[in-house]
């Protein structure tokens, strides 16, 4: 079955650590999209790709890195630049530029700080 | 840049009854796209019903219907016959003519009495 695979479903980062989560998709979907969840707020965009080696800073990129060498992946590492990094992160995908194309999420990963 | 705004945080149901979740935007935007999403507890993303804003036809998806109110940019979500299954978050979300992200408000937290 095609869909959006993200791990780990739990990760623990200890103080001034870098971590990376992984997305991986299997929908032949050209853009992928990771967005950060706190309690009580709704989906925040960190990072988008449209295509293979281009990515676009979102509204709270700062602190977060990603990558885009393949079609299927677009991991999202999260610097120890970034001070509150204790959240759940949703990557997701669409098939391509259009705008009503709709975005299809993972299950998450639900980042804390030891 | 575009807002979405929801200003009921929680909502609570009969079974079998009717209820309207209501969404408001913010955009100077001509070309867009606007979406209700469903997170049950696994906080996994669901969509549940999209609206093109060119279209003045409002969307309806079996017991989900739209009331699309593009002067007023309002973007309210229908429920018909509530069932137990759809206890969850209800968020609305923005998306622009392009293929960056999707803009959310904080949710809706619907809660079905039996």
């Known amino acids: 079955d095609g869909g959006i695979t993200q791990s780990p479903k739990y990760l623990f980062r200890k103080e001034g650590q870098n971590v990376t989560l992984s997305c991986e998709q299997n929908?032949?979907?050209?853009?992928m999209y990771w967005y950060r969840q706190d309690p009580g707020q709704g989906l925040r965009l960190i990072y988008y790709?449209?295509?293979?080696?281009?990515?676009q800073k979102g509204d709270i990129a700062e602190g977060y890195s990603v990558s885009r060498e393949k079609k299927e992946s677009f991991p999202l590492t999260v610097t120890s630049a970034q001070k509150n990094p204790t959240a759940f992160y949703l990557c997701?995908?669409?098939?391509?530029?259009?705008?009503?194309?709709?975005?299809?999420f993972g299950d998450g990963t639900r980042l804390s700080i030891l | 840049a575009q807002t979405v705004t929801q200003s009921q945080p929680e909502m609570s149901v009969q079974e079998a009854e009717t209820v309207t979740l209501s969404c408001t935007y913010d955009?100077?935007?001509?070309?867009?796209?606007l979406f209700w999403y469903k997170q049950p507890p696994s906080r996994q993303m669901i969509l549940v019903i999209r609206?093109?804003?060119?279209?003045?036809q409002n969307a309806t998806e079996n017991r989900f219907s739209v009331n699309f109110q593009k002067a007023a940019k309002s973007f309210s979500l229908k429920i018909s016959d509530s069932q137990l299954g759809d206890a969850a978050m209800y968020f609305c979300?923005?998306?622009?003519?392009?293929?960056?992200?999707?803009?959310f408000g904080k949710g809706t937290h619907l809660i079905i009495q039996p």
């Open positions: 997701a995908s669409s098939p391509g530029l259009r705008g009503n194309q709709p975005q299809h």
């Open positions: 929908l032949n979907h050209d853009a």
């Open positions: 790709s449209q295509i293979v080696n281009d990515f």
């Open positions: 955009t100077s935007e001509s070309d867009y796209y």
């Open positions: 609206q093109e804003a060119y279209k003045q």
């Open positions: 979300a923005y998306r622009s003519g392009g293929a960056d992200g999707l803009t």
